[in-house]
């Protein structure tokens, strides 16, 4: 199971396509989810962005 955003999608290409650089990534299940998209990112090439207030884990 890949949990990245860009594994099997094109986000990739539409991010470079439209100039993007920097990434501000959101979302739920930050420890999974938010961090492999993270990863992703950063080994595409994509700079590094973040905030730590618009991201959450679930319990359980």
């Not at 501000?24 to 930050?30: A, H």
């Not at 999974?32 to 730590?52: E, K, M």
């Amino acid at each position: 199971m890949h949990l990245s955003s860009f594994f099997g999608t094109d986000l990739d290409a539409q991010l470079r396509q439209t100039g993007r650089q920097d990434l501000v990534l959101v979302g739920f299940m930050t420890h999974i989810c938010v961090d492999s998209t993270a990863r992703d990112a950063f080994n595409l090439g994509f700079g590094r962005q973040g905030t730590v207030a618009a991201v959450v884990e679930g319990e359980g």
